[in-house]
């Protein structure tokens, strides 16, 4: 069972849209029910046949197995303390990164625990945080018509939490996972993400990332 924090968002809709075409039961998350509903309720009729549910962000976290965190980095702070018992001991994938947007320019912010992803760590002191699908854009998770073409680069000092990522992360057709490193290198990863919204704008497309020089 994979939930998604925030769920309800763009990136959080299209993780959770490829995990249930890939047969996984996911759980969509929201400070409102209602919109929780809504969500699911695009989803199911995306997907009729998939397992989807939904409900309040400490619901969510609780009865998933491994929680994703698509919520907008400005939430972290406020919303992570809340949810650092029902994800003690679980797989926590934290795909968020700290960007700002002024003058119609794409820039990271600074965050004091490195990263997002090491900063929810610190959040959630008892869950298995690992970083990944920062660069896979919503647009392109959200159809499902096509197909995806891009490397996930995963980051966690959870050796068996970042394998369990990777493995999950290769159930979408078209999803290479590779292992980045430990969770530090997320202070890399997210700034990039930056990088691409960027050419985004200036070319009117959807990028993503693929890694050359890797077999596999």
Request: glycine share 12%; hydrophobic share 45%; charged share 25%.
């Amino acid at each position: 069972m994979l939930g998604f924090i925030g769920g309800t968002g763009p990136e959080g809709m299209g993780l959770a849209a490829r995990f249930a075409l890939a047969g996984e039961p996911v759980l969509i998350g929201s400070r409102s029910p209602d919109r929780a509903a809504e969500a699911v309720g695009r989803l199911r009729a995306m997907l009729p046949e998939a397992q989807i549910d939904g409900g309040l962000n400490e619901e969510v976290a609780a009865r998933a197995e491994v929680v994703f965190l698509t919520i907008p980095y400005d939430g972290q702070l406020e919303l992570l303390p809340k949810l650092a018992r029902p994800t003690a001991g679980k797989v926590v994938v934290s795909t968020v990164s700290a960007l700002k947007v002024e003058r119609g320019r794409v820039f990271a912010r600074p965050v004091p625990a490195g990263s997002a992803a090491e900063e929810a760590a610190e959040l959630l002191p008892e869950a298995r945080v690992v970083g990944a699908f920062h660069h896979v854009g919503a647009h392109q998770l959200l159809d499902l018509s096509l197909r995806l073409a891009c490397d996930v680069l995963v980051a966690g000092d959870d050796r068996q939490a970042k394998e369990a990522v990777m493995a999950l992360g290769r159930k979408i057709p078209g999803i290479r996972t590779l292992d980045a490193g430990g969770l530090y290198v997320c202070r890399y990863l997210e700034p990039f993400t930056a990088v691409l919204l960027t050419l985004n704008r200036r070319y009117r497309t959807t990028t993503t990332l693929k890694i050359v020089g890797i077999d596999g």
